[in-house]
């Protein structure tokens, strides 16, 4: 059980398109999902927190108009990096918390974007 | 804001045990986890405890908790090649949201 998807794993992109990436909690209902991003061999960073049915909320430093965040069921959420460009190149990764356990995130396999 | 410091590499022998350290700043973690991380791929959970606890066994895997000295670690027993990967510590602390702090994470490698 907590089995957390995204997609796509792999996705490489022009630069000035925009790319959406899903995470989808897949047998568990989660209120709360988080996003990070993860530059090669360094830690990652939390980049937003993505409430189901309200406002995602951005870490400092992260753009919102940049990074769009829709959190429309208790299964998914979207992360849609707007007009990319090669700098926003990463590994992007979200996790989910069950809506009943709250103090758990599961992770998802995290999807690899490259902006050319 | 909070700072989750680890080494940067181990290497172990096949069958030896691996320890791999973390120390935090935040004194009002609640809850410390240890992560996996094999290439390309996401975060598994491997353990976690309770900031009350000092110590967590889960099978080939041993957590000590030095609150005080706020130093954590993680002892795998028996390490095998399958045990290669970057291990990320993390700390929720009190009102943070659920919100995770990741350290800097240790790659274990383990030889033959």
């Known amino acids: 059980g907590a089995v957390v998807s995204q997609h796509p794993s792999w996705v490489i992109c022009k630069s000035g398109t925009s790319v959406k990436i899903e995470c989808r909690s897949l047998?568990?209902?989660?209120?709360?999902m988080f996003w990070y991003r993860q530059f090669p061999k360094q830690s990652l960073m939390l980049m937003a927190t993505?409430?189901?049915?309200?406002?995602?909320?951005?870490e400092q430093g992260v753009e919102k108009d940049k990074f769009l965040i829709n959190h429309a069921s208790l299964t998914l959420s979207t992360l849609t990096v707007t007009s990319a460009h090669p700098e926003d190149s990463s590994f992007y990764i979200c996790s989910a918390s069950p809506s009943d356990i709250t103090d758990t995130q599961y992770f998802g396999p995290g999807t690899r974007l490259t902006v050319l | 804001g909070e700072d989750v410091e680890q080494s940067l590499f181990l290497s172990v022998r096949e069958g030896d045990s691996s320890v791999i350290n973390c120390t935090y700043t935040d004194s009002s973690s609640t809850y410390l986890y240890w992560y996996k991380q094999e290439p390309g791929a996401g975060l598994q959970l491997l353990t976690y405890?309770?900031?009350?606890?000092d110590m967590k066994q889960d099978q080939r895997l041993t957590v000590l908790l030095n609150k005080k000295d706020k130093h954590l670690s993680l002892r795998i027993a028996d390490t095998q090649t399958g045990d290669s990967a970057i291990y990320f510590c993390a700390e929720a602390s009190r009102g943070g949201g659920n919100k995770l702090t990741f350290g800097t994470g240790t790659q274990l490698k383990v030889e033959l």
């Open positions: 405890i309770f900031s009350n606890m």
């Open positions: 993505s409430n189901e049915g309200s406002k995602a909320t951005y």
């Open positions: 047998d568990f209902q989660a209120t709360t």
